[in-house]
């Protein structure tokens, strides 16, 4: 592997990464944001969680694929 192929993976990895973090910040805005709706509108039934479990696991899955050697997805 020649120094641009090197330096072009790394690139790519980094992409994958602020990607990542860029899908943490909104799941983290979102969710609060879900959760004061919950609150507010219907404090009796708490409902916000089920978005935050099933998007919690694509962001699991974001960061397993961003930070170790899952498949380039």
Not at 48 to 54: C, K
Request: with cysteine.
């Amino acid at each position: 592997m020649d120094e641009h192929e090197r330096i072009a993976k790394a690139a790519q990895q980094v992409d994958k990464r602020i990607g990542f973090y860029v899908h943490s910040v909104v799941f983290l805005l979102v969710c609060g944001g879900l959760a004061a709706v919950n609150l507010f509108a219907t404090p009796e039934v708490w409902w916000a969680q089920w978005p935050f479990l099933g998007w919690g696991v694509a962001v699991v899955f974001h960061g397993l694929c961003a930070f170790g050697n899952g498949p380039n997805v």
